[in-house]
């Protein structure tokens, strides 16, 4: 099973940015479609989509809340997916987690969580 390693997180102010990284210790493409994700959770809150992305950067989708402000791209020469934050407020203060290994479509795995590997998650908090 792929083991990912996210890393980023921190604390910063309204409107701030932060660049968050999934690390795998194998490429995406050697796992089914080659499907990677991000998610993020708040305390008392269920897990929720934020990002996903197919091998090669695409196809893209980006969650409501966090369209226009948020982004996702993969670099497969360093087996990782990386989720890009500007203009962040409180509501985006979350413990954030991406995922792989689908064995459906990209958009199948990501709308209902159904990955075979998850990270350990790194803690994004943003002050007003």
Not at 49 to 63: D, H, K, M, N, Q
Request: charged share 15%; hydrophobic share 30%; aromatic share 10%.
């Amino acid at each position: 099973q792929v083991q990912l390693t996210e890393s980023g997180g921190g604390s910063v102010e309204t409107g701030g940015s932060l660049l968050l990284s999934c690390a795998a210790t194998t490429p995406a493409w050697k796992y089914a479609n080659g499907c990677m994700g991000w998610f993020r959770q708040a305390p008392g809150k269920e897990r929720e989509g934020v990002a996903r992305s197919g091998l090669g950067g695409g196809p893209t989708s980006i969650a409501d809340a966090v369209k226009g402000r948020f982004s996702v791209s993969q670099d497969s020469a360093k087996n990782t997916l990386y989720l890009h934050m500007t203009n962040l407020n409180p509501n985006d203060t979350a413990m954030y987690y991406c995922a792989s290994d689908c064995d459906y479509s990209c958009d199948y795995c990501y709308t209902h969580g159904l990955y075979n590997a998850w990270g350990q998650g790194t803690q994004v908090t943003v002050s007003s």
